[in-house]
């Protein structure tokens, strides 16, 4: 399975329609990859808290320009596309932190809203509501996604759950700071090896609302082994998955099999 991880730079200086429009096309290039994941939020900006309101849409092909731009992405490179994050605004006024997940034919496959909101009473976590659905999707006969974002990644009962729905894949679209980036990279390979999963956690580069992003992308297989690394600007990761690996991990080091606390580990037979 091949998959392009997109760090977007999120530069002020550049129009949310023509950072659309650029990415799109960033998407269509990547027509010899199976999965395509972009960042959170990086119409935006994760932190631009103040653009929140006025660049909200609708998660909606018909109605929202960034799903219906790469929707179209999507199908004309024949590939599944996380599309990272958007700032949703629902029919009832509500504003959540929307993932988009696109099929090969550019059907809007399946959304995630983001469950733990970060800014501890400021910016998101005021302005957007909660999420409540643990959501995964396969993508193939082996392959089983489950969706997080950003600050998900420090909440490993998350992940538990994932787990249990059949998820073999994390993948977490981000807007990481610089300034904590040590903890990016650690709670990647954490998330890796507690869940012998892959995790694809892809950030965006640049500074925006005075923030400094970390970028550094990261895929970590589910033995904990950094597969590939961005640096930190804008970049393109190009790498080949085993998704039969985490079966094998599983099997070989059977070490989920043993949990104790919280929900039922799986039958021993």
Not at 154 to 162: A, G, M, Q, S
Request: glycine share 8%; proline share 5%; charged share 20%.
């Amino acid at each position: 399975m091949r998959v392009s991880l997109l760090q977007i730079d999120v530069d002020p200086a550049e129009s949310v329609a023509s950072r659309r429009d650029r990415v799109a096309e960033l998407v269509r290039a990547q027509s010899a990859s199976d999965l395509v994941v972009l960042p959170e939020l990086w119409t935006v900006g994760a932190f631009a808290s103040d653009l929140f309101a006025a660049e909200a849409e609708a998660a909606s092909v018909d109605a929202g320009p960034t799903a219906a731009l790469m929707s179209a992405a999507a199908a004309d490179a024949g590939v599944w596309l996380h599309a990272g994050s958007i700032p949703e605004r629902t029919a009832d006024g509500s504003l959540y932190n929307t993932s988009l997940l696109f099929s090969p034919d550019g059907r809007l496959h399946r959304t995630y809203r983001k469950i733990h909101r970060f800014g501890f009473d400021r910016g998101e976590a005021v302005l957007m509501s909660a999420g409540e659905e643990i959501v995964t999707a396969q993508v193939s006969d082996t392959a089983v996604l489950g969706l997080a974002t950003c600050y998900d990644l420090r909440f490993p009962e998350l992940f538990r759950l994932l787990v249990d729905a059949g998820a073999g894949i994390f993948v977490i679209p981000a807007g990481w700071p610089e300034r904590r980036r040590e903890h990016w990279t650690l709670l990647a390979k954490a998330r890796a090896i507690e869940s012998q999963a892959y995790v694809l956690a892809v950030g965006t580069a640049g500074t925006h609302a005075g923030v400094e992003l970390a970028g550094h992308t990261i895929a970590v297989d589910p033995w904990g082994a950094v597969l590939a690394e961005a640096g930190s600007g804008e970049e393109v990761l190009t790498l080949d998955l085993d998704p039969a690996l985490v079966a094998k991990t599983r099997a070989d080091f059977p070490v989920l099999r043993d949990r104790l606390l919280g929900l039922p580990a799986p039958d021993r037979g």
